[in-house]
């Protein structure tokens, strides 16, 4: 399978930005170019940050990528550094370097934080993964506050939330650049979706809209391409099978860990797209944003067209069946609850 391929791309004219602080506070100068994209990768020594780094480092849009974590990071920046590609490596250990970590980064790739145990849910992490959001989007604010963000620390649903009332705190919030990581969702579907069908994997989409947690991963089975009729057993079936596979992962790995090497593809994958996006190279991907696509709820995973600016274009739910209005209906008391949760523990803090 071939995970990045390149094109053609237009040029796009470099971003300046430079700020200052009459409290001392550093802050960033921001240049951006297009032709020599920074990907900054927070949580490089975990779990999804390792295999992540990995493929980013084979990306051959990426010109610099830049590891961050609090340990351990120059021994993965060293191993990386010996494969024979283009993207220059850089190591930032502890939070002394965060800043340099970040700093201009056109796109940063947030893994950081702790997994899922058998017996968790996503929302269990919260008490943990909540601050380590909380403190790296800061730095974000003040390093790079035109990067574009990619959080794929749990719970996504509540985690984006806490990064954009930081940002808006910092007085440098873009809801078109923050976003929750749901592409794996999308390809656990086209895989299993493919499985059941007999369909060619990599030429199946499936749209998943909602959130990332449970009852709000919402796989638009009507939606399929190449079109697709399921039984309602089958749709009964893949559904649950769909907002469960992260526990049938956690479970099969005995508490040896989550979801990593499907989720570090996943990540890949849509760091990639946001990299072509900025070149110019407009695309759709499926992300979780602040989103009016749904009534009642401040944040919705959608389709979403990328291109420059990050969310050129929010393309909603489209056409649903009866039964998945019911799932995106039930979605949003769990959404709202989930948002609430991160929302206040930042104005709590």
């Known amino acids: 399978?071939?995970?990045?391929?390149?094109?053609?791309?237009?040029?796009?004219?470099?971003?300046?930005?430079?700020?200052?602080?009459?409290?001392?506070?550093?802050?960033?100068?921001?240049?951006?170019?297009?032709?020599a994209p920074k990907v900054a990768l927070l949580g490089a020594a975990g779990g999804i940050g390792q295999p992540l780094g990995l493929l980013l480092k084979q990306d051959p849009l990426v010109a610099h990528l830049s590891l961050y974590d609090v340990v351990n990071t120059p021994g993965v920046a060293a191993d990386l550094s010996h494969i024979d590609s283009n993207a220059k490596v850089t190591a930032h250990t502890g939070q002394a370097e965060l800043f340099a970590a970040v700093e201009n980064a056109d796109v940063i790739v947030i893994p950081a934080g702790v997994p899922r145990k058998p017996g968790m849910t996503r929302d269990d992490l919260f008490n943990t993964n909540a601050g380590i959001v909380r403190d790296l989007a800061a730095v974000i604010a003040k390093a790079a506050p035109k990067a574009l963000i990619a959080i794929i620390t749990n719970p996504v649903n509540s985690t984006v939330p806490i990064a954009s009332e930081v940002l808006k705190k910092a007085g440098v919030y873009d809801p078109k650049r923050v976003f929750g990581v749901t592409t794996l969702d999308v390809v656990r579907s086209q895989a299993f979706v493919a499985e059941l069908k007999g369909h060619d994997a990599t030429k199946t989409i499936v749209p998943v809209v909602g959130g990332h947690a449970g009852i709000t991963i919402i796989p638009l089975l009507s939606q399929v391409t190449p079109a697709t009729t399921f039984t309602e057993?089958?749709?009964?079936?893949?559904?649950?099978?769909?907002?469960?596979?992260?526990?049938?992962?956690?479970?099969?790995?005995?508490?040896?860990?989550?979801?990593?090497?499907?989720?570090?593809?996943?990540?890949?994958?849509?760091?990639?797209?946001?990299?072509?996006?900025?070149?110019?190279?407009?695309?759709?991907?499926?992300?979780?944003?602040?989103?009016?696509?749904?009534?009642?709820?401040?944040?919705?995973?959608?389709?979403?067209?990328?291109?420059?600016?990050?969310?050129?274009?929010?393309?909603?739910?489209?056409?649903?069946?009866?039964?998945?209005?019911?799932?995106?209906?039930?979605?949003?008391?769990?959404?709202?609850?989930?948002?609430?949760?991160?929302?206040?523990?930042v104005k709590g803090n």
């Open 1 to 35: 399978m071939v995970l990045f391929s390149v094109v053609e791309t237009m040029s796009l004219p470099a971003k300046s930005l430079v700020s200052a602080s009459s409290n001392g506070i550093r802050l960033a100068s921001y240049r951006y170019s297009s032709q």
């Open 233 to 345: 057993a089958e749709i009964s079936k893949l559904t649950p099978r769909i907002q469960d596979a992260g526990t049938e992962v956690v479970n099969a790995k005995a508490g040896a860990g989550s979801a990593t090497l499907s989720m570090a593809l996943a990540g890949a994958k849509f760091a990639n797209a946001l990299i072509r996006g900025l070149k110019g190279q407009k695309n759709v991907q499926c992300a979780y944003v602040a989103s009016n696509a749904v009534n009642g709820v401040e944040y919705f995973s959608t389709p979403l067209e990328l291109g420059p600016n990050g969310v050129e274009k929010i393309l909603g739910v489209g056409k649903v069946s009866a039964f998945e209005q019911k799932l995106i209906d039930a979605s949003v008391p769990e959404l709202n609850k989930n948002i609430a949760k991160g929302v206040s523990f």
